[in-house]
């Protein structure tokens, strides 16, 4: 097929027009987010202390169904409902209930307490102040009333940030339950400092005794601004626990080593990048083998300027010196990306190159799983690992492109699950496309 050189070099300007044009836009952004701030921030801070003048003026509603029993487990549910409580949530309260657990449910939204006269043991429905670490500490005071939480085998947290998968939840929950940790997290986070997520994690009786427990919930200020309830909240309660507790006995289940181990073989490696994230909205690494390659290929070839301009993809070159462009290679696996470079070379690859490459892989694939939120980052593959949750704002926070949603529906067996995920999750779309003012300028600096 002939190939018209204007038509390429035409096509390279647009490519590289276009990314300058975003480029800009995103510098433009930045500035303009840069120089709101302090104004966004007073407009978030003076909601906070509005909102937080009127919960004084509203007295949590306490309902409770059944009596709790010395030593019985207890699982505190943090919502956002109104009228008709999600249809996952109340399949995790019936899972709950068949293992014996005390269900606590605060709710910041409004509901009939009779809905959960069957489910939980007791219902608060509190003011919509504090966001979930708000629910938190007020189900944990009412907990702690009559040593209810004191005696508690276990005690577990979670909000309805997340979606509970209903076939892997009963299995994952059962794992928790076994498990020697103190403190047991689904994710975890190295952002800024390391921490376990708080949507979901399981607490042993000597942890939940521990006066850094104790200490923390007596101390916590509610608030309604997301960074502070991350920093003040999420962190600073992980960095708590870990001293009340001895060492090695807090973590994550679905921990980047877990994960790691998982991901040993090379068929396991070739999925784990093939459920990598594909949008690009996020700061956070990205990777596929077509990256891993041209990473590969330039540290180890002398000569590889056509690499970068392919973007990852190589073609064979004909006799007379031009790229043949009816055999483009498609990079899914390890083997396929072997093949290409057997192709590019005419050369097979040793064993001790081949291992090589693996190892780069794998090197490049933890760095990227570590990258940003793990629940963000890796959730297609946690999922695949057996992890019943799935944080519900992967698109609403740029950490989701559709693709990556729709791969992610594929992958879940129960169809009623991927019906209810599907609406919940396109039901916000990215928030710097669609928020507007000071809205979007709060979105951007992770305050709303």
Not at 84 to 93: F, G
Not at 199 to 226: G, H
Not at 268 to 282: D, F
Not at 411 to 416: L, Y
């Amino acid at each position: 097929m002939a190939i018209n050189p204007f038509d390429k070099i035409y096509k390279e300007e647009q490519v590289i027009l276009s990314k300058e044009t975003r480029s800009r836009n995103s510098l433009i952004r930045r500035v303009i987010s840069e120089l709101s701030f302090p104004s966004v921030y007073a407009v978030v801070r003076f909601q906070d202390l509005s909102q937080r003048v009127k919960s004084l003026f509203h007295k949590s509603v306490i309902t409770e169904f059944t009596s709790y029993r010395s030593g019985q487990k207890i699982a505190l549910v943090a919502i956002w409902e109104y009228e008709v409580p999600r249809e996952d949530i109340l399949i995790l309260l019936q899972i709950l209930k068949e293992k014996d657990f005390y269900v606590c449910v605060v709710n910041t939204g409004k509901i009939k307490s009779e809905i959960f006269s069957d489910m939980a043991s007791v219902y608060i429905q509190r003011f919509n102040y504090g966001r979930d670490f708000g629910s938190y500490q007020e189900g944990i005071q009412y907990l702690q009333r009559g040593n209810k939480l004191a005696q508690a085998d276990k005690f577990l947290l979670c909000n309805d940030s997340i979606y509970f998968l209903s076939d892997l939840m009963p299995p994952a929950l059962e794992e928790f339950l076994v498990s020697d940790y103190d403190v047991l997290g689904a994710t975890e986070n190295f952002e800024i400092v390391p921490h376990i997520g708080s949507f979901f994690f399981l607490m042993t009786n000597r942890a939940v005794n521990s006066k850094e427990f104790k200490s923390f919930w007596k101390k916590f200020k509610k608030t309604d601004i997301r960074l502070k309830n991350i920093k003040y909240g999420e962190m600073r309660l992980s960095e708590k626990l870990r001293r009340g507790i001895p060492e090695g006995k807090m973590g994550a289940y679905w921990s980047l080593s877990f994960l790691s181990e998982k991901c040993d073989t090379e068929e396991s490696l070739s999925q784990a990048i093939r459920l990598s994230n594909r949008g690009h909205i996020t700061g956070w690494k990205k990777l596929s083998w077509q990256f891993v390659l041209k990473a590969f290929l330039t540290e180890r070839v002398l000569f590889s300027s056509d690499l970068s301009r392919n973007q990852g993809i190589i073609l064979q070159e004909t006799a007379a010196g031009e790229p043949n462009t009816s055999t483009p290679e498609l990079i899914l696996s390890h083997q396929d990306a072997v093949t290409v470079i057997a192709k590019q070379f005419n050369k097979e690859l040793s064993s001790d190159s081949q291992t090589d490459l693996i190892l780069k892989a794998k090197g490049l694939w933890v760095s990227t799983a570590a990258s940003g939120s793990q629940i963000h980052q890796n959730n297609n593959l946690l999922v695949s690992l057996g992890c019943p949750i799935v944080k519900l704002d992967l698109i609403y926070r740029g950490a989701f492109s559709y693709e990556d949603a729709e791969i992610m529906f594929d992958q879940i067996k129960n169809k009623d699950d991927v019906y209810r995920l599907r609406r919940l999750l396109y039901s916000r779309a990215y928030g710097a496309d669609t928020l507007r003012g000071w809205r979007r300028s709060g979105f951007e600096k992770g305050l709303i």
